[in-house]
């Protein structure tokens, strides 16, 4: 039976959207596109409208992703226990992390380990303020659409990034986006820890603007077409754009000191990196060298079926439809 489900993504800078048609043989892309994020929720709506209608899109479900800075993300262990032991003892667990009443959140989990020599479960615990869910439900009804399934950017950036590259079981996860850098473990294809920075792209290009007196811009311009590659306009640009990545890598190494911790006897080798900032120039190059980790560039199109008449259009923009590809493989 095919089952249709639109992925939307409502970034700070850009809205993504694919749409899927899934069945138990393949899963194809029938649609996707993009446009700028309006400033007020109503200009949002309409824009999202006008995007799905110009896709086409012949189902109006659809699966959308929470700004993971405004979620609440932990990693728990508790004992092993029955499914309705769990959901009761969940909520006082949750209580230590959650600095809110708990009625003014959505708290969610899934066990995402299980320890038989520590009798311990390893859960992924997510709380959502009550007042985002509605302001995303809102949005997305207002667009004509049917919100079905809701979560954070970096679930769905993992669900995407295992699909494309299912040979990596063990890996780190960075997501580049305006606002923040998200940086998740994956360990036997599943997410086991998730860190959010509040350093994104605007942070970069404002750094630009400030130490060489440019336009936002212009500075965003130059941004995307110097990176870090030191070769270029004298390393002007690499030059102010490096102690921010200093912070990323520095916080990359701690993820894979913890993971160590983790799994004493497992390494991490690879690094995906998605997200709005994963074309910057030289950074693939830049993650390698100081990290000495094989690293690539997200790419949520392969292992999917895309419509051949719109894969040319996203190819150039792979890495930034990771979330909204990873929100319409999710199974609702």
């Known amino acids: 039976m095919q089952k249709l489900l639109l992925g939307l993504d409502i970034g700070t800078q850009t809205i993504k959207a694919v749409q899927m048609s899934r069945d138990k043989n393949s899963n194809q892309i029938l649609a996707a596109g993009f446009i700028p994020t309006p400033a007020d929720e109503k200009a949002m709506a309409d824009s999202i409208n006008r995007l799905v209608h110009d896709m086409k899109i012949s189902s109006s479900d659809v699966s959308i992703c929470l700004p993971s800075v405004n979620v609440i993300t932990r990693i728990l262990e508790m004992p092993i226990m029955t499914e309705n032991e769990l959901t009761s ?103 086991v820890y998730t860190k959010s920075i509040p350093l994104g792209g605007n942070t970069l290009t404002r750094a630009i603007a400030q130490e060489l007196g440019f336009e936002v811009a212009q500075a965003e311009e130059y941004k995307k077409a110097y990176g870090l590659e030191e070769d270029k306009l004298e390393g002007k640009i690499a030059k102010t754009l490096t102690p921010y990545f200093s912070t990323i890598f520095s916080e990359i190494e701690k993820n894979v000191a913890y993971f160590k911790e983790l799994y004493p006897k497992e390494d991490i080798t690879n690094i995906t990196v998605c997200g709005g900032g994963a074309k910057l120039p030289g950074l693939i190059l830049s993650l390698t060298k100081n990290l000495g980790l094989d690293t690539q560039i997200s790419n949520p199109f392969i292992n999917l079926t895309v419509d051949p008449n719109i894969l040319p259009t996203l190819s150039t923009d792979a890495p930034t439809y990771t979330q909204a590809v990873g929100l319409a493989l999710k199974e609702v």
């Open 89 to 191: 003892s969940i909520k006082w667990e949750a209580e230590q992390y959650i600095p809110m009443p708990l009625d003014k959140v959505k708290i969610d989990y899934s066990v995402i380990g299980k320890d038989e020599q520590t009798s311990k479960l390893k859960i992924l615990l997510i709380a959502a303020p009550l007042t985002l869910l509605e302001k995303y439900i809102n949005i997305t009804n207002s667009a004509g659409l049917n919100p079905v399934a809701i979560e954070t950017e970096i679930l769905a950036a993992t669900r995407s990034i295992t699909t494309s590259f299912p040979q990596l079981s063990q890996a780190i996860v960075v997501s580049l986006g305006a606002s923040t850098t998200e940086i998740a473990l994956i360990h036997e294809q599943i997410l």
